[in-house]
């Protein structure tokens, strides 16, 4: 999707107060900050699972760190 027809659906999607079931390969401006629980892929595996801000977060301090750590596989 282009930028604007993404930003209005989730714009959308967020006001529908629901459960949504979404596949990106960004977390959307709009779940920052938001109660959503994401789950980050790396070629098939989960390599996080959490709060939206807490994936920000750890984006935010240098990436994400793949396979250790609470709420992701080791190995």
């Known amino acids: 999707m282009s930028p604007t027809v993404a930003a209005r659906t989730y714009d959308l999607l967020a006001a529908l107060h629901a459960c949504v079931v979404l ?4 977390l959307p401006p709009v779940l ?3 109660p959503a629980v994401v789950y980050e892929l790396h070629r098939g595996q989960v390599v ?3 709060e939206a801000s807490e994936l920000q977060r750890r984006s935010s301090n240098g990436g994400s760190q793949r396979g250790s ?5 080791s190995g």
């Open 23 to 26: 596949a990106e390969q960004r």
């Open 32 to 34: 920052h900050g938001r």
């Open 48 to 50: 996080f699972s959490g």
């Open 69 to 73: 750590g609470p709420g992701r596989p």
